[in-house]
């Protein structure tokens, strides 16, 4: 074999061997992206699956929080009318109850100043308007007898409020009214239709306040006021229970709080 022969040979087998050594990356390549082994197909599955239990675990535990986050959230509603600290001043009246032989009507008025929502102290007067009724007027005229009476006039007192109670209810749809029940501890001085001399009383009491405005409020009241009075043969106890209504004016007569609602 000649020597350019052998040359020739040479040259072709190394241009073979630098195409074959190119050309095998580009066939892994195709190869890679044509058909993945079955190998990576295992591994990636198992990282999906784990993915997917990750996020549902995720959102569970959010909702299971957020759950327990309303659960433990307690609202509570501000007071339509505050009390503490401001100044009510009642104006009203009332009819006397449970007794037969005389009646009197009342107009009182009553200035609180409330210490706190459930505390008040406080000063009023009263006037009375009495009257026989029917009853004394038969007793006359059947037995001929003539009775003695004792007529309320006009009195003063003084009076410790407390409120034990507090609530409220819808009115017909329309809107929420706040409530509170309370009662009463007070005395004073009174004058009756026997004699000009101040007579001492106690008295006692409950109500029933609703909150019409934030600067208006309704009380339903029954007081009861136990006072000594001295007759002919002997002196006794005498009560006399009144029912009645008081319109309560709050000073001032605006609100603020102390937290946004």
Known sequence: MSARFRHLIRTWGRVVTVAAAAACPLLAHAADEADPPAAAKLAEAPADSDAAKRTSLTRELAEQGEADLQKSVRVFQQRYLVKSGRVELQLGGGLSMADPL????????????????????????????????ARFAQIERDFGLFPEKSLLQAGGHGQVQLTPLVGKFSSFGIAVLQVDGYVLLGGGALRTTR??????????????????LRW???????????????FISESRILQHVFGGVQLGIWIPPSVTYRFAR
């Open 102 to 133: 005389v009646s009197h009507r009342a107009a009182d008025a009553t200035l609180l100043v409330h210490l706190s929502e459930r505390l008040a102290i406080g000063a009023g007067a009263s006037k009375w308007f009495g009257q026989t009724t």
């Open 195 to 212: 004699g000009e001399t101040l007579k001492p009383f106690g008295m006692a009491g409950a109500g029933l306040r609703i909150h019409t």
């Open 216 to 230: 208006l409020s309704l009380s339903f009241e029954v007081r009861d006021y136990i006072t000594s009075e001295k």
